[in-house]
């Protein structure tokens, strides 16, 4: 009896030994888990730390870097008389340095290049020796310094006949899915407001409004044409023009041969005439002026406005692409008169 007594404690001492063995390591290793599960949280929030918004990434004080001509001597690329790239490609196309003056601005390392070798257009690290992306072609560059001096810039790259929008990083922001962006050729602020985040973009021979570093779609790719003002857009769709808020709230609209915001006005043209408007849709001046042209964004063929101090605006007008003015105007937006003045 006093075995079977003696038997049955050892036993029961036994089970509280192995009970205490099995939560001791039930203890380390809940305890090594959360560790591991703690570290992997720490380690996520380090890399969120350090990683650079797109915003940052994208923008810096805006400066203008002017390198001296590079030239291809015996197969080799230069800037400043430093080598930045060996020619592999040597055919009929020549290799080149790309962009000169229109990639004019300085980046986060001060050391990428638009490079052409043979059938290649890529952003080239020559500090690092490397290619950071490679497309069919690089088409253009939209930049654009804001009140703080940052410059917000991109690259418009074409990939497969259609295009995409590129950071000047090397960042894929926009995959190549448009048949345009900012037709391209960007001489003039209508086409895109990149401190806003909006450019224009086509498909179909339709145009639309996008986040250049989203993709996001503001305006849908429903219109004949659109022009991006720092407040407005002037949307035009079947010979229908309207001036519109951001948030495409209209504001005026009509039947016209074509309108334009210029120096805080509105500008409508109907056939040969012009009118002017406040930007509430209000007609500012009772007569209008005669173009023969409409109002193009180049720099100009159809007419030039400029605001003076005293709140007048200087209006000239040009019957050719010599850009010689034929007739001039000023307009008295306060008293509503348009008086014929020398030009200049």
Do not use: W
Not at 37 to 51: G, H, L, Q, R, V
Request: proline content about 2%.
């Amino acid at each position: 009896m006093s075995e079977k007594i003696e038997k049955k404690k050892n036993n029961k001492a036994l089970i509280i030994i192995i009970s205490i063995i099995l939560f001791v390591i039930g203890f380390i290793l809940g305890y090594n888990l959360l560790s591991d599960e703690s570290s992997k949280e720490n380690d996520n929030k380090k890399k969120e730390e350090n990683k650079e918004p797109v915003s940052e990434v994208l923008y810096k004080p805006y400066e203008t870097c002017i390198y001296n001509d590079c030239h291809d001597e015996n197969g080799k690329l230069y800037i400043d008389d430093k080598e930045i790239y060996e020619c592999q490609n040597k055919g009929e196309e020549e290799c080149q340095f790309l962009f000169t003056q229109q990639f004019a601005y300085c980046n986060a390392t001060d050391s990428l290049a638009v490079l052409q070798d043979g059938d290649k257009v890529f952003l080239y690290d020559y500090k690092n020796k490397k290619v950071i992306f490679e497309a069919d072609f690089i088409t253009s560059t939209f930049e654009q310094p804001n009140s703080n001096g940052e410059n917000y810039a991109y690259l418009v790259f074409e990939q497969d006949g259609k295009k995409g929008i590129l950071s000047i990083y090397g960042q894929v922001l926009v995959d190549a899915k448009y048949d345009d962006i900012g037709n391209s050729t960007p001489t003039y602020n209508g086409e895109y407001n990149v401190t806003k985040k909006m450019i224009s973009v086509t498909n179909n021979n339709l145009m639309g409004v996008i986040n250049p570093e989203t993709g996001e779609i503001i305006v849908p790719l429903e219109y004949d044409n659109i022009e991006i003002f720092d407040d407005y857009y002037v949307l035009e769709k079947a010979g229908v023009y309207s001036l519109t808020s951001h948030d495409l709230e209209e504001i005026f609209s009509g039947e016209y041969t074509d309108m334009t915001v210029l120096e805080n006005y509105l500008f409508v043209q109907e056939d040969n005439d012009v009118f002017i408007y406040d930007l509430e849709g209000n007609k500012v001046i009772d007569n209008s002026f005669k173009t023969e042209y409409t109002f193009e964004h180049n720099y100009l063929s159809g007419y030039n406005v400029t605001s003076n101090e005293d709140g007048t605006l200087d209006i000239e007008t040009y019957t050719g692409d010599e850009r010689i003015a034929t007739a001039c105007y000023n307009a008295n937006p306060e008293s509503g008169t348009l008086t014929t003045i020398v030009c200049k």
